[in-house]
């Protein structure tokens, strides 16, 4: 099942708290000490910035599949932790980003002691807006097949329990990446249960176009709640995006300056499945950029207004798109995940 620790630092003993989650994700990734070691350091480092730079905010830890697709037969598995906040913002992030940098009179070893021992760490901030710094730590050496697309997410469960009712999961067969978003009819570890039967059948259908994939998947979840899904695939040969879903799930594709909504039929897959499916298949290319997300976030929500975000780490992304869409006025009521697809950095020209 999804497990997600949400912990929101505030004052000095939730860095603890920080610590204990990531060791306690470590564990059910399967890391060895060494790198456990490497992500409570992380999870500590990034804690103890909030509460010194920001005044607090949001340590999100959790388990999430490697940033390019591996193979369906053999996932790779990484701790991601996330500290999210809505302070100052930094000035200079490359500073920032250097052993010694400090503006509170500390030893300044945090970001850049993070960035050093995790095997992905990306930051992005603005100021007056806040931050969101992200890092992943797994085993290594890293089993990752470079594939000129990255995926990432965030997944926020409701009211701060243990599982998520959302997930979402990253596969590669062939010239075929595949992304999908599973939200679990209500939420709690029944919502979890559809969602997570969702994810083991998709390591079975990465062969399946989105539509192919929806109807095995309507299979794999008979005898649960059932899930909203969404499943885009990107044919790299082809240069095709393909998309297809059902459910409330959320999807918009960015086209240059421009951003298309992507529609889900109505139903719930493993209790009601449309007899009909729709598929959209559009281009895929350079500058491109696909954005997924449960109905726990506004349907309304804005793009991120920075430009550089989008180029950013597609967690990052997500991350960014979680903060800026949520308000005190809006409480949620829903878990929350949101799943981001793009080129590698190299293929955003």
């Given at each position: 099942m999804p497990r997600v620790w949400d912990v929101p630092v505030h004052d000095s003993t939730r860095v603890r708290d920080a610590?204990?989650?990531?060791?306690?994700?470590?564990t059910l990734a399967g890391l060895d000490s060494a790198r456990t070691a490497a992500a409570s350091l992380v999870a500590t480092e990034l804690a103890t910035n909030?509460?010194?730079h920001t005044g607090g905010g949001q340590l999100l830890v959790e388990i999430v599949p490697a940033p390019a697709p591996a193979d369906a037969r053999s996932p790779v598995w990484f701790v991601q932790i996330a500290a999210i906040d809505h302070g100052p913002g930094i000035a200079d992030v490359p500073a920032a980003l250097s052993d010694?940098?400090?503006?509170?009179r500390s030893l300044g070893a945090g970001l850049g002691t993070c960035r050093r021992v995790a095997d992905d760490f990306a930051l992005h901030s603005l100021p007056g807006r806040g931050t969101v710094a992200l890092a992943r730590v797994g085993a290594r050496p890293r089993a990752v097949v470079p594939h000129g697309l990255r995926a990432g997410g965030v997944n926020v469960p409701f009211g701060g329990a243990e599982t998520s009712g959302d997930a979402w999961a990253w596969?590669?067969?062939?010239?075929?990446?595949?992304?999908?978003l599973a939200d679990g009819l209500g939420h709690g570890p029944e919502a979890a249960r559809a969602s997570t039967a969702a994810v083991d059948a998709l390591h079975a259908s990465a062969h399946l176009t989105p539509a192919e994939c929806l109807r095995h998947l309507d299979t794999a979840l008979k005898g649960t709640r059932g899930a909203a899904v969404a499943?885009?695939?990107v044919d790299s040969g082809a240069g095709l995006l393909r998309f297809a879903g059902i459910g409330n799930i959320g999807a918009r594709l960015q086209v240059g300056d421009t951003w298309r909504a992507l529609l889900c039929r109505p139903g719930i897959v493993g209790v009601h499945r449309p007899g009909t499916l729709r598929e959209d298949r559009m281009p895929w290319a350079a500058g491109q950029l696909l954005i997924m997300h449960s109905d726990g976030l506004p349907s309304r929500w804005t793009p991120p207004a920075d430009p550089g975000v989008l180029s950013a780490d597609p967690a990052v992304v997500a991350a960014v798109t979680l903060r800026d869409a949520g308000s005190a006025a809006r409480p949620v009521r829903d878990d929350t995940a949101?799943?981001?697809l793009a080129p590698t950095p190299r293929d955003r020209r």
């Open positions: 610590r204990v989650a990531a060791e306690a994700a470590a909030l509460l010194k010694g940098f400090s503006t509170a596969v590669r067969s062939g010239e075929r990446a595949t992304l999908m499943v885009a695939q949101v799943a981001v």
